[in-house]
T-cell receptor
Framework: KQEVTQIPAALSVPEGENLVLNCSFTDSAIYNLQWFRQDPGKGLTSLLL?????REQTSGRLNASLDKSSGRSTLYIAASQPGDSATYLCAVNSGSARQLTFGSGTQLTVLP | NAGVTQTPKFQVLKTGQSMTLQCAQDMNHEYMSWYRQDPGMGLRLIHY???????DQGEVPNGYNVSRSTTEDFPLRLLSAAPSQTSVYFC?????????????FGAGSRLTVL
């Protein structure tokens, strides 16, 4: 059974800092990995999707990397802003049913 | 362009009551699913459907029923609510088949069972 872990559970940084969020998974036989953002009381918004054949994906100040062999992904946020404050979740698409398994998220606070 | 619409946004039930959470999408996505989100546990898949007339169980299906009579709608039914079903419920959809398969989520339905 796939298990996804995100550490730390919470992170607080000053504005302007570059930061890295971590995601690890137990079964490396994945189809893809997605990073989501969730604002309080809202649904999830997809940020980046990395296919299993890719090493990284970039969107603006966000860069996600994938190392399947070690079961790890990172989400790099450059020049953080208070508007980046949210919970970030990673989800791994794997298994015969191609379902997503979610981590429990990292709650990020960017202080002005 | 509404995307994924969930109703109601909030609901309070008493133990043993029944209710239906509604999910509607206008993107012609074949795949629809229901997740529940509990503190510290991430999102867990309840039921999913890959097309009209086809449904299957996810990780935590007990206590929930679903049906998929149309492409657009995927209701989630609680036949006899229990306090353990207090949670935030999300409907999510995507295109089916190989490719990017990015999930689109609704805004969520917060359910409290007393």
């Amino acid at each position: 059974k796939q298990e996804v872990t995100q550490i730390p559970a919470a992170l607080s940084v000053p504005e302007g800092e570059n930061l890295v969020l971590n995601c690890s998974f137990t079964d490396s036989a994945i189809y893809n990995l997605q990073w989501f953002r969730q604002d309080p009381g809202k649904g999830l918004t997809s940020l980046l999707l990395i296919q299993s054949s890719q090493r990284e994906q970039t969107s603006g100040r966000l860069n996600a990397s994938l190392d399947k062999s070690s079961g790890r992904s990172t989400l790099y946020i450059a020049a953080s802003q208070p508007g980046d404050s949210a919970t970030y979740l990673c989800a791994v698409n794997s298994g015969s049913a191609r379902q997503l398994t979610f981590g429990s998220g990292t709650q990020l606070t960017v202080l002005p | 362009n509404a995307g994924v619409t969930q109703t109601p946004k909030f609901q309070v039930l008493k133990t043993g009551q029944s209710m239906t959470l509604q999910c509607a999408q206008d993107m012609n996505h074949e795949y629809m699913s229901w997740y529940r989100q509990d503190p510290g546990m991430g999102l867990r898949l309840i039921h999913y459907s890959v097309g009209a007339g086809i449904t299957d169980q996810g990780e935590v299906p007990n206590g929930y029923n679903v049906s998929r009579s149309t492409t657009e709608d995927f209701p989630l039914r609680l036949l006899s609510a229990a306090p353990s079903q207090t949670s935030v419920y999300f409907c999510a959809t995507r295109r089916q088949g190989p490719g990017a398969n990015v999930l689109t989520f609704g805004a969520g339905s917060r359910l409290t069972v007393l």
